[in-house]
């Protein structure tokens, strides 16, 4: 079973930092991209920033310049390191991923975490 499990949310004030870090564990032959969407209340869920196992990386256009996304490939972790944050960066957060299972079936499917606020206020 593959799991992935955020760490990093909280709050921040405007122009502060944050990182966020979503690590991939379970039966796991291969991660093609991990990445960050995000959802305010009552907005559409949306791409922040994706990253391939090769390193090739998208970031919105709200958040380039400001985001930086790496990933550990050794550790299946991903980071997403936020600076000089706004308020409207305010949001859930939610890791996914691109994953090969190990098992019989080795299937390809998405994955998401469970989300982790991330709040930028004064």
């Known amino acids: 079973q593959v799991q992935l499990v955020e760490s990093g949310g909280g709050l921040v004030r405007p122009g502060g930092s944050l990182r966020l870090s979503c690590a991939a564990s379970g039966s796991i032959f291969s991660i093609y991209g991990m990445g960050w969407y995000r959802q305010a209340p009552g907005k559409q869920r949306e791409l922040v920033a994706a990253i391939t196992s090769g390193g090739s990386t998208n970031y919105a256009a709200s958040v380039k310049g400001r985001f930086t996304l790496s990933r550990d490939n050794a550790k299946n972790t991903v980071y997403l390191q936020m600076n000089s944050l706004k308020p409207e960066d305010t949001a859930v957060y939610y890791c996914?991923?691109?994953?090969?299972?190990?098992?019989?079936?080795?299937?390809?499917?998405?994955?998401w975490g469970k989300g982790t606020q991330v709040t930028v206020s004064s």
């Open positions: 996914n991923a691109d994953i090969r299972g190990s098992g019989l079936t080795g299937a390809w499917l998405m994955y």
